[in-house]
């Protein structure tokens, strides 16, 4: 079985300071992690994914997150905020088990003041 | 351009109507899955399907159908057995294989009046 922990239901950050979303997971497998952006009433859009490759993923938008076995972790960071961010963000853990493929953290909602 | 559609993007239903949703998607993607999001509560598993004409109960099915007839097409039926059906429902997509990528729809806006 696996299982996402989000460790903050909401993150808030001033326009051009860092942003630091934290995430831990726990798998039976070598798991494959994913970061996914929702904006207001629509789908969840990729940022980025860790599939036992290099342990520092880039994604879209300046987003980049590393994968840490040691400490479960899959933390997604971005050097400077933008007012654009203001979204919620997933991470969400899959393996192939055979069963339910994918689990999902409760989300973070990234608030951005100007 | 490929991508998974869903619709209606809203919908109003009567209590003791059944309701589907459509979920289309034109990427050749052996697995689909419907996820319900309620405020505060991320994503929750309705149904998944990983083959055509086979389908599998999530952690939250009760009150819901399925059918998966074709590759392309997973339909969501709510029914009048689902007690607090209102709620954001979103499709998705995936090619079998822990590390590809998810790809969802935009999402159903479902209101019981």
């Known amino acids: 079985a696996q299982s996402v922990t989000q460790l903050d239901s909401h993150v808030s950050v001033s326009e051009g300071t860092p942003v630091l979303l934290r995430c831990n997971y726990s798998?039976?497998?070598?798991?494959?992690l994913f970061w996914y952006v929702q904006h207001p009433n629509k789908g969840l859009q990729l940022l980025l994914k860790?599939?036992?490759?290099?342990?520092l993923v880039k994604g879209i938008n300046g987003f980049e997150a590393e994968f840490k076995k040691s400490e479960t972790s899959f933390h997604l960071t971005k050097p400077s905020a933008h007012m654009s961010d203001a979204a919620e963000y997933f991470c969400v853990v899959s393996v192939n088990s055979g069963y339910s493929t994918l689990t999902f953290g409760k989300g973070t909602m990234l608030l951005v003041s100007p | 351009d490929g991508g998974i559609t869903q619709s209606p993007k809203y919908l109003f239903r009567k209590e003791g109507q059944n309701v589907t949703l459509s979920c289309e998607q034109n990427l050749n993607h052996d697995a689909m899955y419907w996820y319900r999001q309620d405020p505060g509560q991320g994503l929750r598993l309705i149904y998944y399907s990983q083959i055509v004409n086979d389908f599998q109960k999530g952690d939250i099915a009760e009150g819901y159908s399925v059918s998966r007839e074709k590759k392309e097409s997973f339909p969501l039926t709510v029914t009048s057995a689902q007690k607090n059906p209102t709620a954001f429902y979103l499709c998705?997509?995936?090619?079998?294989?822990?590390?590809?990528?998810?790809?969802f729809g935009e999402g159903s806006w479902l209101t019981v009046v």
């Open positions: 860790y599939t036992s490759a290099a342990t």
């Open positions: 798998s039976s497998y070598s798991p494959s």
């Open positions: 998705a997509s995936q090619l079998r294989g822990s590390g590809n990528t998810i790809y």
